[in-house]
């Protein structure tokens, strides 16, 4: 079975750092484009951040570059994502969600996700 | 950064009902376009890939067309565990970004 199962999530005060984690199982991690995308309460989804297969290549959205950085262990079947100078507006629901890529892109959409886990950044 | 924009942001249907989702693109995305299902508390799930590909294992009843800037998802007969919120995402370029949802709802 399929499976990504993120941790790291807590209740942090503005200003601080947040490791998240997003174990992966039941596939071949390294062929597998990974991303971060968050859900802050009652709102839509918020793509954060790519990572190729190989972890050479990363993108980032306006909102978190420079403040977050992607990587991955492939040996570890492990995805992460660091986050500093956390603020309010990151507050969210965190998923990491996979899926194949063509050149670096999504052609075929996110196909796997993880359950979510939260990040609340209280001032 | 290319803006989705998805009509309508909410719709009441009822069971056997067809029901039409669109998605607009601030600019051409050639067809680089899924759909996601999202239920309360639970993580999205892929639909709908290079909009109009049915990801194995989705109902039939689910299907997608479009192209550029224009798009849509349309579910034929909808069934009780069809009510959910919906959102459209661009991958053509980085920034990926989401359309803004829409949610379907029981008459």
């Known amino acids: 079975e399929v499976q990504l199962l993120e941790s790291g999530g807590n209740l942090v005060q503005t200003g601080e750092s947040l490791r998240l984690s997003c174990a992966a199982s039941g596939l071949r991690f390294s062929t597998y484009g990974m991303n971060w995308v968050r859900q802050a309460p009652g709102k839509g989804l918020e793509w954060v951040s790519a990572?190729?297969?190989?972890?050479?290549?990363?993108n980032y959205a306006d909102s978190v570059q420079g403040r977050f950085t992607i990587s991955r262990d492939n040996s570890k079947n492990t995805l992460f994502l660091q986050m500093h100078s956390l603020r309010a507006d990151d507050t969210a629901v965190y998923y990491c969600?996979?899926?194949?890529?063509?050149?670096?892109?999504?052609?075929?959409?996110?196909?796997?996700w993880g359950q979510g886990t939260t990040v609340t950044v209280s001032s | 950064d290319i803006q989705m924009t998805q009509s309508p942001s909410s719709v009441s249907a009822s069971i056997g009902d067809r029901v039409t989702i669109t998605c607009r693109a601030s600019?051409?995305?050639?067809?680089?376009l899924a759909w996601y299902q999202q239920k309360p508390g639970k993580a999205p799930k892929l639909l709908i890939y290079a909009a109009s590909t049915l990801r194995s294992g989705v109902p039939s009843r689910f299907s997608g067309s479009g192209s550029g800037t224009d798009f849509t998802l349309t579910i034929s007969s909808l069934q009780a565990e069809d009510f959910a919120t919906f959102y459209c995402?661009?991958?053509?370029?980085?920034?990926?970004?989401f359309g803004q949802g829409t949610r379907l709802e029981i008459k």
């Open positions: 995402q661009q991958t053509n370029s980085f920034p990926i970004t």
């Open positions: 600019q051409g995305i050639n067809s680089s």
């Open positions: 990572i190729s297969g190989s972890g050479g290549r990363t």
């Open positions: 969600a996979g899926g194949f890529t063509v050149a670096g892109y999504f052609h075929f959409g996110m196909e796997v």
